[in-house]
Every structure is written in C-alpha cells, then in structure tokens.
C-alpha cells in the first residue's frame, strides 16, 4: 500500500530557481532564503520519496489563457522544463509515475473531481523551483513526480474548500494504491505577494505567520477564506496558498486513518523577489528525526 511519508509547502518564486542555477545562493541577499531549507534537505535525503505530487500551478506555460482547466494531471513519465522566456533552466527533466497519476486520475474522477488528463505538459518554475529547494542541485531528481496543477491564473478559481476537499480526495487515491510506494505531496505558491498594479509588491508578515500555524493546526478553519480575502490579505498572487490545502488535505485523509505528523521545519523569509517565502515540512512520526 502506498503511505504518506510527509507533506510540504513551499513558495516558488522563479528567482530562487536563478540563484541556484547562477550559483547565487550564498549572496547575503539569498543565504537566509536557503538556509531555511537546509534541514529539510537533509530529511529528506534520508527520507526521500519515490513519487512526490506537486501541487502547483502553471504559469501560462503548459497551457495558454485559453483553456485554464481548474485541475489537471501530467500522466506522462517524462517531463520536460519549459523555457520561460529566459532560457530553460539548466536543471533535469522530472520523471512521471504513469501508473500512479493514472490510478489518481481515476479515484478522484470517482470522488466527484473532474480532472483534466495532461499528456505532454511542460513545467514551470512552479514545479521545479520547489524541487531544487528540496533536492540541491542534482543530475537527475532522486524521485518521480506528478504535476498536479490547480488553475490560480484565471478566474473563476477552485475555493479554498474546494481545494482541501480535493486533497482528502488525494490521500485516499494515495492510499487505496496498492504498491508499496513512499509517496509525499508538495503543495507551492505564496506566500503574499502581487506582481501587478498599484499595490505590486505587497507583502503581510501578519497574515503569512497567521497561516502557518493555521495550516499546521486548523485546516479547515482555512476554508472560510474566499478569494477576495487571500487578494485583500495576501496579494493577488498571495491567492496561490489555497495550494497548500490540497497537500494538507492529502494528509488529513492519512491522518483519519491514525497517521500522525510532526512539524519539523518553518521557515518564514522577506522577500524573495517581489514575495514572502514561508516553508513547511510535517513529516510522518515514524520517520520524524531530523
Ligand atoms: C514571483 C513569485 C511567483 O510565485 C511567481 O510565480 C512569479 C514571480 C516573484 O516574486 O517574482
Ligand atoms: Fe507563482
């Protein structure tokens, strides 16, 4: 059966791609961005999954603005790193799970969510930043991943409810697999940030730390938050953080069937470019030492 073996969050700033790719990252401008991670990498080079569901959301990159699907599946298993306009990153292609995105598709179409099947996607920063977050600079990514993109672009948007919602959806897919898989879901974007208009360059310390311990403690509480709450409070890109609830909903379905986590990293920094990076890692109790 496959487990749970943790989830994270985590901003994905494009920059933070660039510091690592142009050997930034020990600037005094970055050092205290990647320090936080530093414990996590570790953990996760001893813990580290076979499959991780990125939780992200594409950047007009796979898709134009014309069709922006509310959630969609990459079921391919290859990937390949999308230019973005300033060259491809020089990092690797991630690997797919076929077998695994295509058992998902299946038990959450069954659970009521209609997902878009994406057989060729190319990804974005907002699926590789978190990696070289997480894994450092590597040849190939020790792990497979599946890009689970949630439309945060266009409206109208999934709800924060609806979000957490699909995430129980998630974890029981996860859990109903029957491979013995080490499977962790990522969920990225945030934390408050507007990249436009009049208020570009917003920030919120109060509201980010307020949703760390939120996140962390009361899930569901988070539902409440309509869209025009995560633009006010957050930043119109801050509304990337109903990502988050899909990886903590994965893990609320394993903790109702008497999983526990344990939070082993925070990290909260101002800024990262134009936004507030925060990080979570809640790992699962049996392999929770650090
Ligand atoms: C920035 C942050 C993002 O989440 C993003 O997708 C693009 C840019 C930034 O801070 O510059
Ligand atoms: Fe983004």
Redesign the pocket.
């Known amino acids: 059966m496959a487990q749970l073996s943790a989830t994270l969050y985590t901003?994905?700033?494009?920059?933070i791609g660039a510091a690592m790719d142009l050997a930034r990252d020990g600037d005094a401008y970055w050092k205290p961005v990647f320090d936080g991670y530093a414990a996590t990498r570790q953990w996760l080079a001893a813990n580290t999954p076979d499959v991780v569901v990125m939780v992200y959301n594409d950047?007009a990159t796979a898709m134009d603005y014309s069709v922006v699907p509310p959630f969609a599946i990459g079921v391919s298993d290859h990937f390949e790193i999308a230019d973005e306009g300033w060259g491809r990153r020089p990092v690797p292609d991630p690997l797919g799970h076929p077998a695994l995105a295509r058992h998902l598709v299946h038990r959450l179409m069954a659970s009521g969510f209609d997902m878009t099947v994406l057989h060729r996607p190319k990804v974005d920063?907002?699926l590789s930043v978190p990696l070289s977050l997480g894994f450092g600079r590597v040849s190939a990514w020790p792990c497979r991943v599946i890009p689970l993109m949630v439309n945060v672009v266009h409206a109208p948007l999934p709800t924060a409810a609806r979000c957490l919602a699909l995430g129980q959806a998630l974890g029981e897919a996860i859990r109903s697999y029957g491979e013995d898989l080490n499977v962790q879901v990522w969920g990225t974007?945030g934390m408050s940030?507007q990249?436009q208009g009049p208020r570009s360059g917003f920030i919120n310390s109060g509201f980010d730390r307020w949703f760390l311990d939120q996140i962390v403690h009361h899930p569901t509480a988070l539902t409440e938050l309509s869209h025009e709450a995560f633009v006010a409070q957050a930043g119109t890109?801050g509304a990337?953080l109903v990502m988050w609830l899909v990886a903590r909903g994965a893990q609320m379905a394993f903790q109702a069937e008497g999983d526990r986590f344990d939070e082993l990293q925070r990290h909260y920094h101002v800024p990262?470019?134009?936004?507030a990076v925060g990080h979570l890692l809640l790992a699962h109790r049996a392999l929770a030492t650090a």
């Open positions: 901003s994905h700033v494009p920059a950047h920063h907002g974007g940030h990249l890109e990337e990262a470019s134009n936004t």
